[in-house]
């Protein structure tokens, strides 16, 4: 049987293919929950490999399930409709954060083309732009950039990536984990870099703030994590999660970190091993191997959350003892994270978004919006 290709438009059809892989290569790096008075989740905002940040409504997404649907979770993907949407950054968008609480509160992103973008979420949120019109609809009032190194001749270095961020309200600061080796202390009144944290020997994966310490901890493809006091610059600990490991030649970055609520517990995913660490007493007290590399981890009270390159979230107890495996949408997640209700948000691969209630059932699985 032949069919009548009178009237077939190849470009078309190149431009659908491209389309589709672009959709299904999309990756979301970082999902948050959005600040609110409500006890219940309203709101998740997502960074995508495409650049854009996001925010959805769950409510939305669930009330779009047909009645009846089917438990398997590909009968529950959703193209879903943002209720937010801006054109952050050029290249990837690596992580997005919320500064302050309420309406005051800033909208933070940053991502690989070394920028940190501020907005207002209020007016984020109660824009009356049509949402196909969004886009570059609002201005950033924070538009911070990475300082290049000149070299010889004066030449300048490329600007350095920014692959976390990390907020000290408190102290009026951004913290930023940058592709130079360097972590960042930028004054957000004077929109200026306060610090500069120096020591690692390669580019940093993630950064945590340690208000109640006055310190920042940061995770590096140098296989090591460190903590720094934020008033001198200087590191006062080196955490080595694989250094034992290292010797039968078992190399890796640290890719992920978490703190508990006291600040007093690290978490540290590296390769395939998560580590937990005392760090009052300055110890390990648990090394744990994951069947696939862990890219995000996050405390739930005493216990730890954690996804990798495989589609479950794992639930562990701080001796390392496997709780419970949850499977998630995407094949490869690279956030998790965690509402005070207990919900939790799991981003990854193929801009996919995973919901999941605190009893583990999944409310709604949806395909992040693409650019």
């Known amino acids: 049987m032949c069919g009548d290709?009178?009237?077939?438009?190849?470009?078309?059809?190149?431009?659908?293919?491209?389309r589709?892989?672009?959709?299904q290569t999309r990756t979301v790096f970082r999902t948050v929950w959005a600040p609110s008075l409500n006890p219940n989740p309203e709101c998740v905002v997502v960074a995508s490999s495409d650049g854009s940040i996001a925010s959805y409504s769950i409510s939305s997404c669930v009330s779009k399930l047909p009645i009846g649907f089917c438990s398997d979770r590909a009968q529950r993907l959703l193209p879903a409709e943002p209720e937010g949407f801006l054109e952050g950054h050029d290249g990837p968008a690596y992580d997005v954060k919320f500064y302050g609480n309420g309406e005051d509160s800033l909208l933070l992103s940053c991502g690989d083309d070394g920028k940190i973008k501020g907005w207002r979420w209020k007016e984020f949120t109660e824009s009356e732009v049509p949402i196909t019109f969004q886009g570059n609809h609002m201005k950033p009032v924070l538009d911070l950039i990475n300082p290049q190194d000149r070299g010889p001749w004066g030449a300048l270095s490329p600007i350095p990536e920014n692959n976390?961020?990390?907020?000290?309200?408190?102290?009026?600061?951004?913290?930023?984990?940058?592709?130079?080796?360097?972590?960042?202390?930028?004054?957000?009144?004077?929109?200026?870099?306060?610090m500069?944290?120096?020591?690692?020997?390669?580019?940093?994966?993630?950064?945590?703030?340690?208000?109640?310490?006055?310190?920042?901890?940061?995770?590096?493809?140098?296989?090591?994590?460190?903590?720094?006091d934020c008033k001198s610059g200087k590191c006062i600990k080196?955490?080595?999660?694989?250094?034992?490991k290292k010797l039968k030649g078992l190399i890796s970055c640290v890719s992920c970190i978490a703190l508990d609520a006291s600040e007093s517990w690290l978490a540290c995913g590296s390769g395939r091993y998560l580590s937990v660490w005392n760090l009052t007493a300055s110890e390990c007290i648990s090394s744990?191997?994951?069947?696939?590399?862990?890219?995000?981890?996050?405390f739930d009270n005493n216990q730890i959350l954690a996804v990798g390159a495989s589609p479950v979230m794992n639930r562990y107890d701080m001796n390392?003892?496997?709780?419970?495996?949850?499977?998630?949408?995407?094949?490869?997640?690279?956030s998790v994270s965690l509402h005070p209700s207990g919900v939790t948000a799991i981003g990854g691969y193929g801009g996919l978004v995973d919901v999941i209630s605190q009893f583990g059932s999944h409310l709604c699985t949806f395909r992040s919006h693409c650019v």
Request: hydrophobic content about 40%.
């Open 5 to 18: 290709a009178t009237n077939w438009d190849e470009e078309a059809y190149r431009e659908s293919i491209l």
């Open 20 to 23: 589709e892989r672009e959709i």
């Open 164 to 194: 976390a961020i990390a907020v000290d309200p408190q102290g009026g600061s951004i913290f930023s984990a940058a592709g130079d080796s360097c972590a960042y202390c930028w004054d957000v009144e004077k929109g200026e870099i306060k």
């Open 196 to 228: 500069v944290f120096k020591g690692h020997t390669d580019y940093l994966h993630c950064v945590l703030a340690r208000a109640s310490s006055s310190q920042i901890i940061t995770g590096s493809e140098d296989g090591t994590a460190r903590i720094w």
């Open 238 to 244: 080196v955490i080595d999660p694989l250094k034992n």
């Open 288 to 298: 744990i191997s994951s069947g696939a590399t862990i890219q995000d981890v996050v």
């Open 320 to 334: 390392g003892t496997i709780l419970s495996q949850i499977q998630c949408a995407p094949q490869s997640a690279f």
